[in-house]
């Protein structure tokens, strides 16, 4: 299993970014998959999911209304559009897949949000 991030970069407070996950070494379409962030000095906290076809999404209240989930299972790629971001949405973003009970994270794509 490989998770790789991108998409990430230095914004200022309203701007927009897109962040893309490509996964590989497992059937991407039948699971869900997640993205995480973790600032410096916090917990990594949940951000976002989709369902393995994409029906279900799930957001955590912080960024309901400015972030979407998509994903492609033809390109085995998972996407998520950040609008509007605040100072507090700084921090590595991961992508993860929970592979038969075992967790999968990327490397990350970093997020600064800053004038």
């Known amino acids: 299993v490989q998770l790789v991030e991108s998409g990430g970069g230095l914004v200022q407070p309203g701007g927009s970014l897109r962040l893309s996950c490509v996964a590989s070494?497992?059937?991407?379409?039948?699971?869900?998959m997640k993205w995480y962030r973790q600032a410096a000095g916090k917990e990594r906290e949940f951000v976002a999911l989709?369902?393995?076809?994409?029906?279900?999404?799930d957001y955590a209240d912080s960024v309901k209304g400015r972030f979407t989930i998509s994903r492609d299972n033809v390109r085995s790629a998972v996407y998520l559009e950040v609008d509007n971001l605040k100072a507090a949405d700084t921090g590595l973003y991961y992508c993860?897949?929970?592979?038969?009970?075992?967790?999968?994270w990327g490397q990350g794509t970093q997020v600064a949000v800053s004038l």
């Open positions: 993860n897949v929970n592979y038969y009970a075992t967790e999968y």
């Open positions: 989709s369902s393995p076809a994409g029906q279900t999404r």
């Open positions: 070494g497992f059937t991407f379409s039948s699971f869900t």
